[in-house]
């Protein structure tokens, strides 16, 4: 245990030198990008925006009833049954039936093999509830049907969340879920809170229809609002083209008029039905329109063929740009609203960086000193293995550009005691090794060999708790359990190398001596 080869020297050497550089960067700047890297600070350090939003499922369950009732239609239509006034009230589907056809309808509902009612075996229920009332057929979503909406509402509202964020720029944002219709947003260091929630609280579903001049139209009309509140127009409710067609947009400086647009690129599906709609309605004008309202509705003056186009409307470069993060990030299934805002400022995370410095640098001078005074030597031994390993620690989370929080810190304090309380039970038992063995050496090598199985065994299961923490917890929770897993690491690596290799060359030397500890 004792013995070191000059390779496992040198090896132990150059991984120390490297995390310590590493870790040096956070205050030094290098060159190198391999070595120039920081740790980010979590918004509870350094200060930043957090939202809680809230997803209103209420227009996607109008929605999906709504595209329920043509697959009803149909599916009754193949039957060869009769259906009629179909109407939605309250999300509440409704729609009449022959007598004759009633029961039938209701046992193809509730048929454990249903060809339009999904039934979950696990819940034992089925996606949609049917019920006779008032000589109508009801059909509306089970609680299990609810459930399954709102969480596939919210996975796709959180991930178009993330992209948004992503496109800005935002350093380590933290996106979780909360229940089935919350997303928690935190954001540290966040400059410009106002354009976040702007571009959060739009739904961005963007619609190509076409302008008519008449309110008699077999899709339906409606009138929409334009945007910059100039007017309004009576626009069809046939959708000619959706964003979900787009595959690209990107702000440009259109030289021509001298004007910022929006420029966009559609898929093969989407290129053919504009080529299509552009080609039919030459002469027409086409409106552009974002969450229901008009960006513009210029004239179709040849048809567009190419797949891509622009889109104008007084914009700045700003919120051309932002337009273009809305269309490129994809609609959200459903509106967002902000339920809960905090913003920590920078002062405020100031404070808990130096309150958690101060805990740390009491907390280490309090250890340095009892060491000494308990192990003399050896006690010097223990607090240089201790710097090493924090320098280390830092060095791995600087490496991998990890966020640090306030229970971050937590996680290194903690790894300060575990690291001093391994070294404690290597001379523990050396000390009673000596007793019985007047080679010290072999008292030394004994001592870190029977005190191994404890030492692993209480940083193993520490570590098995810290990766539970990791992969079932959440933000501030995973912090902490991030620093002290590195640390478990750490601390097993800086015990039973650096310091047994000081601890070595140390009792080799002074081999003589009457009383090494």
């Known amino acids: ?89 309250d999300q509440n589907l409704y729609f009449r039936v022959d007598n004759k056809d009633k029961e039938k309808i209701l046992e193809l509902f509730k048929d454990e093999e249903s060809e339009i009612n999904q039934y979950f075996p696990r819940f034992k229920s089925h996606r949609y509830e049917i019920f ?58 966040l400059d410009d809170p106002m354009r976040i929630k702007s571009l959060l609280g739009k739904t961005a579903n963007l619609t190509f229809r076409f302008v008519t001049q008449t309110e008699e139209e077999s899709f339906g009309t409606e009138k929409l609002m334009y945007q910059d509140g100039s007017g309004e127009a009576i626009v069809s409710k046939r959708i000619i083209l959706s964003g979900d067609n787009l595959v690209d947009a990107q702000p440009r400086m259109d030289t021509q008029v001298n004007e910022t647009v929006v420029t966009f690129n559609l898929d093969r599906v989407g290129s053919k039905k504009f080529a299509k709609a552009t080609s039919t309605g030459v002469g027409k004008n086409l409106a552009i329109i974002l969450d229901g309202k008009i960006i513009s509705a210029p004239n179709i003056r040849e048809p567009i063929i190419g797949g891509s186009g622009q889109i104008t409307g007084n914009f700045t470069f700003q919120s051309a740009t932002d337009l273009a993060l809305l269309l490129r990030s994809g609609a959200l299934p459903a509106p967002l609203k902000i339920i809960e805002e905090r913003t920590v400022g920078p002062d405020l995370g100031q404070d808990s960086i130096n309150a958690g410095i101060l805990s740390l640098f009491i907390g280490f001078i309090l250890v340095v000193f009892f060491m000494i005074f308990k192990y003399k030597i050896f006690g010097i031994i223990a607090n240089l293995t201790l710097i090493a390993n924090l320098l ?126």
């Open 1 to 89: 245990m004792l013995y070191f080869s000059k390779f496992k020297i040198v090896f132990i050497f150059l991984i120390s030198l490297f995390f310590i550089l590493i870790a040096s960067s956070n205050l030094i700047k290098f060159e190198n990008d391999l070595l120039n890297k920081k740790i980010n600070l979590g918004l509870d350090l350094q200060g930043g925006s957090y939202l809680l939003l809230e997803i209103d499922n209420n227009p996607v369950i109008e929605q999906k009833l709504q595209n329920f009732t043509s697959t009803i239609r149909n599916y009754l239509r193949e039957r060869n049954i009769r259906s009629s006034e179909f109407k939605i009230s």
């Open 392 to 517: 280390i620690l830092i060095g791995i989370l600087t490496a991998f550009e990890a966020t640090l929080t306030l229970p971050g810190i937590a996680g290194i304090i903690l790894t300060v005691g575990m690291a001093v309380d391994a070294n404690v039970l290597i001379f523990e038992r050396i000390k009673e090794e000596i007793k019985s063995e007047n080679n010290k050496i072999i008292a030394f090598d004994s001592g870190y060999i029977k005190s191994r199985t404890t030492i692993l065994d209480a940083n193993i299961t520490t570590l098995i708790a810290a990766i539970i923490l990791f992969i079932l917890g959440s933000g501030p929770v995973k912090g902490f359990a991030l620093t002290l897993g590195v640390g478990i690491l750490t601390t097993l690596f800086t015990v039973y190398f650096i310091a047994r290799l000081l601890t070595a060359s140390y009792v080799i030397k002074n081999k003589n001596k009457e009383k090494l500890i």
């Open 132 to 189: 006779e009332e008032n000589d109508l057929i009801k059909v509306n979503y089970s609680k299990q049907g609810l459930i399954d909406l709102k969480t596939s509402s919210q996975d796709q509202a959180l991930e178009i969340v993330r992209r948004r964020i992503d496109e800005i720029g935002t350093n380590e944002p933290n996106i979780l879920k909360r229940g089935n219709d919350r997303i928690l947003v935190e954001l540290p260091g």
